[in-house]
């Protein structure tokens, strides 16, 4: 392309940007010109955010995937810290909720059925290793 050919392109595009420019910067007379050339402004604006709402209920959707296929591996984890705890012959209930920290809201905590503690202490690693991932994460962004 020869230099004179590119001024007159380069000259073109400036004229057409300075009018679009024009246009586009008041709100009143953008929705006037696109009337003017027959665009439907309401159904334009109500079709965006349909597509707006679409595209974030699919990030969202997923988003709870993700933090569904995390949380499957941490139970996982979980389970098998948690049998290999039970497998212990040493193992106290009362012991490993006074090294945990945790807070028994009832008295015949120690009534349970080993079913009902497996599935207790399961949840509680479940949680304790997710927020470890959490504050992993946090410190890595």
């Known amino acids: 392309m020869s230099g004179n050919a590119k001024n007159r392109k380069t000259d073109f595009v400036r004229l057409i940007m300075s009018d679009i420019q024009a246009v586009s910067t008041d709100a009143e007379l953008s929705k006037e010109f696109l009337e003017s050339e027959g665009v439907n402004i309401a159904s334009m604006q109500a079709e965006g955010l ?3 709402k ?3 209920l699919m990030l969202a ?3 709870t995937k993700a933090d569904m296929k995390k949380a499957s591996k941490v139970a996982a ?3 098998a810290m948690v049998e290999q705890l039970l497998s212990d012959a040493s193992f ?8 945990e920290g945790l807070l028994v809201s009832y008295s015949n905590f120690e009534a349970n059925s080993p079913e009902d503690v497996k599935a207790i202490l399961v949840k509680h690693y479940t949680l304790k290793l997710m927020n470890e991932d959490d504050d992993t994460g946090a410190q890595n962004v």
């Open 54 to 56: 679409k595209m974030q």
């Open 61 to 63: 959707a997923e988003r």
């Open 50 to 52: 349909k597509r707006i």
């Open 77 to 79: 984890k979980a389970l």
């Open 92 to 99: 106290s209930l009362h012991a490993f909720m006074q090294k």
